[in-house]
């Protein structure tokens, strides 16, 4: 099972980016579908975009398309999420997550119940 660990949460202001990567050790990420999920306080973890490792294909919550972008880069056993325009809602813990064939046309994708692998996550304040 792929260890992850996310990086890159910090404070920024409302309508501001961060960039988060979530770098797998102890496998490769090449076969896994990796996926983001954010937590805020008091509130259920809820997926935000994965994406595919057969064909790069992402999906997104509907309250993100347009701003997040997820990516993956295989020589770096990575992947990342590109957050725009956040929103102070938004503030919360960020986690990655990686299993096998989850994003797929006939799976949800952004649920958590789908993936085995888990980080530990990376705090995103999103304040003014």
């Known amino acids: 099972q792929v260890q992850l660990k996310e990086s890159g949460g910090g404070l920024v202001q409302p309508g501001g980016s961060l960039r988060l990567p979530c770098r797998g050790s102890?496998?490769?990420?090449?076969?896994?579908?990796i996926a983001w999920f954010r937590q805020a306080p008091g509130k259920d973890r809820e997926g935000v975009s994965c994406i595919a490792s057969s064909d790069g294909s992402a999906k997104y919550a509907d309250s993100v398309k347009g701003r997040f972008i997820i990516s993956r880069d295989n020589s770096m056993n990575s992947a990342n999420l590109k957050m725009n325009g956040l929103k102070p809602d938004e503030t919360g813990g960020y986690y990655c997550?990686?299993?096998?064939?989850?994003?797929?046309?006939?799976?949800?994708?952004?649920?958590?119940?789908?993936?085995?692998?888990w980080g530990k996550g990376t705090q995103a304040t999103i304040s003014p």
């Open positions: 102890g496998g490769i990420l090449d076969y896994n579908d």
């Open positions: 997550a990686a299993d096998v064939m989850t994003c797929t046309e006939n799976r949800h994708g952004l649920k958590s119940r789908e993936y085995k692998s």
